[in-house]
């Protein structure tokens, strides 16, 4: 996946409808020149990609992200984020996945709540097959 | 729709991915004993009752919500709410709802945006067929 | 509150950021005049008050609703709805909550994440003071 | 602003509570070496960004992102992608914004509502003063 190689993105584990995964902060990953914390489409592009291996790890092919709710709890602004995904509810049509960002020290910074589509065909979005845009 | 009518919801209109209904402001559905501002779950009712005979008004059968998110912009201390839903995208499984609450004279009172459930069967819920939870 | 009465949300316990309440659930509930499955809003209702009370057990006084997104987990057909609330990050401004739907036997029905006003006045509304609307 | 630049986004205006950005589209943005598709957390990066514009450009100060949900419509596979954010309402404490994200041609690729912090002081999270952790 080059855009999670180019953020930094490391996906260490998938299984059983979990997965794990880590980034180490670095300065291109701030939100300010002055002082480092991290942008929140960091600790965000982590949660998606863990949230989706954890998916796709039942699943077995890539599974669209339908949507995606994160929440900032504390400052990314450490060496490190790391995340935590585990599949809460799968069905025929769609998963539904907890995230939770920590530092390196167990800390909470984030937590994300998707959606990620896991039925209607090996589509690259979530909307692929018979779609019927109404606007 | 037992629930709606006990909460005072009413559909008006229903057809091409698009619903408005409205409700009736009441004592009863006060948040607070001492002055009348709405509780946050009437709008949500009425906005989740909308999103879904949107949605419906597509598929042609139930369509269970899979997720919602509702931003309050504004107290519901007048007489009347209404809303209004458009369905932004549906494919063969779910469908993307954006619905918009107002007060009778316009003021947007909460907008509210849901994905609801469109394949897989006549079911209940969202997770009916082929569910596998694996919490 | 005369709304969480309506319903039948009950509050049963509330303190250092925790609340747990329940709803009896009852033919009113139900989204469909033709089996009982209750409607989203009901387990809504319940999450947002207890969410509120969690918070407010904190502050010490109403602290609105300023967004608030429900997952649903698993149809709520049976007698019961139980949830608890657990603030994860209190502010001056704001607080975010974690709300869990169960059912009686502890299954999990849906999840919440709200956002709650801390600051600002003792107000009726998350926007009261100071408010500028752009729109 | 570091990590906006290393995605590639560009604010190009903002003012009165609106912003308006974009973001050039090219291989390192794919979330598949296979063939071209954004990665979810490119619109999610750029929606992030020009919605904190819009609250900043009425408050004058950052204002950390509390929370922000996005709902993907369709695959950003082409050569651009594009934002409007707008502040639908701001308080002493938080805003709330939409964001629209289109591709060049004006389709709606993805729809993202947040809230920003904007009391409490000049804070690098919505969390910093007199912050309560109760977990």
Avoid: C
């Avoid at 939100?31 to 039942?58: C, E, K, N, Q």
């Avoid at 790391?82 to 984030?110: I, M, P």
């Amino acid at each position: 996946m080059p855009f999670a190689r180019h953020v930094g993105v490391e996906v260490t584990d998938a299984g059983d409808g979990e997965a794990t995964g880590h980034l180490e902060l670095d300065d291109v990953h701030s939100s300010s020149p002055d002082r480092f914390v991290a942008h929140g489409a960091v600790p965000y592009a982590l949660a998606d990609t863990v949230g989706g291996a954890a998916v796709m790890s039942i699943v077995g092919r890539p599974t669209p992200t339908i949507d995606m709710r994160i929440d900032y709890l504390a400052p990314a602004n450490g060496a490190r984020i790391e995340a935590h995904a585990e599949v809460v509810r799968a069905g025929d049509s769609v998963a539904a996945v907890d995230v939770t960002v920590t530092d390196g020290g167990g800390e909470q910074l984030a937590t994300a709540r998707g959606v990620y589509k896991t039925g209607g065909g090996d589509g690259e979005t979530a909307w692929e097959s018979a779609e019927r845009a109404t606007d």
